[in-house]
């Protein structure tokens, strides 16, 4: 799939999916991040990925249960840099719920990039997800605010600095029930967000761009 978006200041862009060949240039801008800019993207200081993290984040992309997009736009007449990497990945032993990862270049954040390029990944999220649970750091309110875009959101303080999030998603199908109350998604949620091999996957997922050369 290709698909043309429009960012809310007028720039160009569409939105391709990640490939395997991908796997090399993500190892590589991996190792040009700031030690900071890690621990907010892995909830911990990662140093460097491992081939079992790349067998997860690139390898198992398969466009079903796991769908991850990257958004390139116009930085020069006709040329299209990425700019930001989007993905949702089903939890295997909880068909409707899914994690999910976003990253946006440090000079195109604020410019509604992520909130552009979410759209389009609900509209390929896996078939039959209902919600979104994952983690985010308590000093990351970006992120926490861009989860509650997507619809009702509840915040659940764990240890460590880590907030559980669950995101109750509207439905795919116009005509399909309303999305859950909020109250009803953290009741089913909690265990799954305790769960320590869940919250090991979650600690292993790819919350960085792998920005092409």
């Excluded at 978006?5 to 090399?24: I, N, S």
């Excluded at 605010?145 to 116009?174: H, K």
């Amino acid at each position: 799939m290709i698909e043309q978006v429009r960012l809310p200041d007028g720039t160009d862009g569409f939105v391709v999916p990640l490939q395997r060949t991908d796997r090399a240039a993500l190892v590589a801008e991996f190792e040009t991040l700031a030690p900071e800019s890690r621990r907010r993207r892995f909830l911990a200081p990662v140093v460097h990925l491992s081939d079992a993290m790349l067998q997860h984040l690139v390898d198992d992309v398969d466009g079903v249960d796991h769908v991850a997009l990257v958004l390139c736009v116009e930085t020069s007449p006709d040329v299209y840099d990425p700019v930001a990497l989007a993905r949702i990945v089903r939890y295997e032993d909880v068909p409707d719920a899914a994690d999910l990862a976003v990253t946006v270049k440090d000079e195109w954040q604020g410019r509604g990039v992520a909130t552009t390029l979410l759209e389009v990944l609900m509209r390929h999220r896996p078939a039959g997800v209902e919600r979104i649970e994952t983690e985010v750091l308590k000093d990351n309110p970006a992120s926490l605010r861009m989860l509650a875009r997507l619809g009702p959101t509840t915040v659940e303080d764990q240890e460590y600095g880590v907030c559980g999030v669950v995101v109750a998603l509207p439905p795919t199908d116009a005509a399909a029930p309303a999305a859950p109350p909020a109250e009803t998604v953290v009741r089913l949620s909690a265990p799954l967000l305790r769960d320590p091999v869940h919250r090991h996957a979650l600690r292993t997922r790819d919350q960085v761009c792998p920005w092409f050369r």
